[in-house]
Nanobody, 124 residues
Framework: QVPLVESGGGLVQAGGSLRLSCAASGRTFNNYCMAWFRQAPGKEREFVAALNWSGDSSYYTDSVKGRFTISRDNAKNMVYLQMNSLKPEDTAVYYC?????????????????WGQGTQVTVSS
């Protein structure tokens, strides 16, 4: 089991920044790929970013490339999503996810553990 708890969401104006955090429990956190997904109202949950166990290979959906950065601190069992130049279309509930794999998958069905989500609202 890898309980995950997200934090850091909120309301921000377009062009602003937020940093989401995901706290993981468990002694084997270092072995897990981590990812962020999001779900906007009336839409399916979509992939945002993923990171391998060591933090040296990252993956992003095209719409956030150059604006979002995923990172991790294995010593603290933390994963982060730095979001810059936010747009109203980034408004969604953001979820942290984990999977015990070397290469992070990009589809939600391949992740085993999920947090409860944190709301991000970007006003125009």
């Amino acid at each position: 089991q890898v309980p995950l708890v997200e934090s850091g969401g909120g309301l921000v104006q377009a062009g602003g920044s937020l940093r989401l955090s995901c706290a993981a429990s468990g002694r084997t956190f270092n072995n897990y790929c981590m990812a962020w997904f999001r779900q906007a109202p009336g839409k399916e949950r979509e992939f945002v970013a993923a990171l391998n166990w060591s933090g040296d290979s990252s993956y992003y959906t095209d719409s956030v490339k150059g604006r979002f950065t995923i990172s991790r601190d294995n010593a603290k069992n933390m994963v982060y999503l730095q979001m810059n130049s936010l747009k109203p279309e980034d408004t969604a509930v953001y979820y942290c996810a984990a999977r015990l794999l070397l290469i992070p998958p990009l589809h939600e069905s391949e992740y085993d553990y999920w947090g409860q989500g944190t709301q991000v609202t970007v006003s125009s």
